[in-house]
């Protein structure tokens, strides 16, 4: 019989992490995703165990238009990968996922190949419903997987907006993947998005093959005027078939190609400090938010404070400076 994750010690999950038991694997992942204060001290003591065994891995971060095809390329992708020996791990970034289930790996029949892959491993968003907590999960959940022997790591990004930012800030190389009709295409999303592309991939190339040219054309034209982030890095367009797996290889070469390059220069390296450090930022002030919302003073105070501020009452600053002295840090 299995045993719980109470009964289970560090070393057990560490153990079978390690020896990349999936059961346990899959234990471990929903050790990092619970909210029990005990459960997290488990947790943190098993991460710390598994750390010198993870950094190795490519960590790759795909986003994209509605309707793009992105379960469907994730799939053709992680199929290609594992049929050329690698181990794959899909994972989701989807705030929204615990209040309307809109993950797309939230069924995984929707990835049927992937799941039965044994070299293949897909594990849904967290239903947090809160972005920093699905975050927090998925980077944990990435340390667990690298331990574990999963040399790719695909982080989808479910959501819109921020969830683009804080994808780009875990992974090594971010795909953003867009529809041929570039023009209609293009008003339509934001400078922001094409800003943290490595890569655009023009997908469904099969279905639009007269107007992939055009799209090709015209989003190379609108990455020429987007500073790049890397001086030995200027983002490819590239075209793409996530039905038929065409330039599946070509995109993957593409990633590697970055990757030697990024080692080379030590930018890889420079990339992933950085992450920590921002993560280590974004930690803290989760942690101080969750404290204050937490309190028991700012709790009580919090809706009279909430209805003045509403009915122009009392400014904001100073409806800021009461919660603030009631916390007992003002």
Wanted: a neutral charge; proline letters at 3%; glycine letters at 10%.
């Amino acid at each position: 019989m299995a045993k719980s994750l109470r009964d289970l010690t560090v070393s057990d999950l560490v153990t079978g992490v390690r020896s990349a038991d999936r059961a346990l694997v899959g234990r471990a992942i929903t050790l990092v995703e619970s909210r029990n204060v005990t459960h997290q001290e488990k947790a943190q003591a098993m991460l710390h165990a598994l750390l010198p065994f993870t950094g190795k891995a490519q960590r790759v971060g795909i986003s994209g238009v509605p309707g793009v095809g992105k379960s469907t390329f994730v799939e053709t992708l992680g199929c290609w990968l594992t049929g050329e020996g690698h181990k794959v791990a899909v994972l989701a970034v989807d705030p929204s996922s615990g209040r309307t289930g809109g993950s797309i790996l939230g069924d995984k029949t929707r990835m049927e190949r992937l799941s039965a892959d044994e070299n293949a491993f897909i594990r849904p968003s967290p239903s947090a419903g809160v972005l920093g907590g699905v975050a927090r999960a998925t980077r944990e959940t990435m340390v667990i997987l690298e331990a574990a022997g999963y040399d790719t790591v695909l982080v989808e990004t479910v959501g819109t907006g921020q969830s683009e930012t804080v994808v780009a800030e875990m992974v090594d190389f971010f795909l953003v993947l867009m529809l041929p009709g570039a023009g209609d295409e293009l008003q339509g999303i934001k400078k922001g998005i094409l800003e943290l592309a490595d890569m655009v991939a023009v997908n469904k190339a099969d279905i639009f093959e007269k107007k992939l040219k055009q799209a090709l054309r015209e989003y190379k034209s609108a990455l020429h005027i987007i500073t790049d982030v890397s001086p030995t890095w200027h983002p490819p367009v590239i075209g793409c078939s996530g039905l038929t797996g065409d330039g599946v290889p070509e995109l993957w070469a593409r990633i590697e190609k970055h990757r030697k390059l990024m080692d080379a220069s030590g930018e890889r390296q420079q990339r992933r400090e950085e992450q920590r450090l921002a993560w280590l930022n974004a930690q803290i002030r989760d942690r101080l938010m969750d404290d204050f919302f937490g309190h028991q003073g700012v709790e009580a105070l919090l809706p009279k404070i909430e209805k003045q501020v509403r009915e122009g009452d009392i400014t904001v600053s100073n409806g800021v400076r009461e919660l603030l002295k009631k916390y007992g840090h003002g």
